[in-house]
């Protein structure tokens, strides 16, 4: 059997935007969960980190989103577990948030107009106007 834990993460902005965990059997695993990884995320080049550096890269996204008022996905606190004991500060990396400086959001294909309209009005409130930068393309 084999435990997976997928998580999409924002470190501009919004933290762990979607999280899942999920056990199979290494056959189903490889057919169905990995193979259907690769097909949404197309010809986009990956990097292997040390499971230290993804727990620290991950934590302080969820961190940085939660400065900016923003919780990670509710499926983060059960995808979060296949941790353990990895200790984050034995990573010797050191991960930046946000884009040269300021919160940077830009809009996702599951974010509807309204709901990336909130997510502006939200960083306006903690950040205040020109203190962040965003992209949101209208559904036209």
Request: charged residues 25%.
């Amino acid at each position: 059997m084999i435990a997976a834990s997928v998580f999409l993460v924002d470190v501009f902005c919004l933290g762990v935007k979607d999280a899942l965990f999920d056990v199979r059997s290494a056959l189903d695993y490889e057919r169905r969960l990995k193979s259907r990884f690769i097909e949404i995320n197309g010809l986009q080049e990956f990097e292997s980190l040390h499971p230290a550096c993804v727990r620290k890269l991950i934590e302080g996204a969820v961190r940085y989103a939660d400065t900016l008022g923003f919780s990670p996905h509710a499926d983060y606190r059960n995808a979060k577990g296949i941790f353990c004991d990895v200790d984050a500060q034995a990573c010797p990396t050191a991960f930046a948030y946000g884009q040269h400086g300021k919160p940077f959001y830009i809009r996702g294909p599951s974010e509807s107009v309204p709901q990336a309209t909130r997510i502006v009005k939200q960083l306006d409130r903690v950040c205040g106007t020109g203190n962040f930068n965003f992209l949101v393309a209208s559904d036209e």
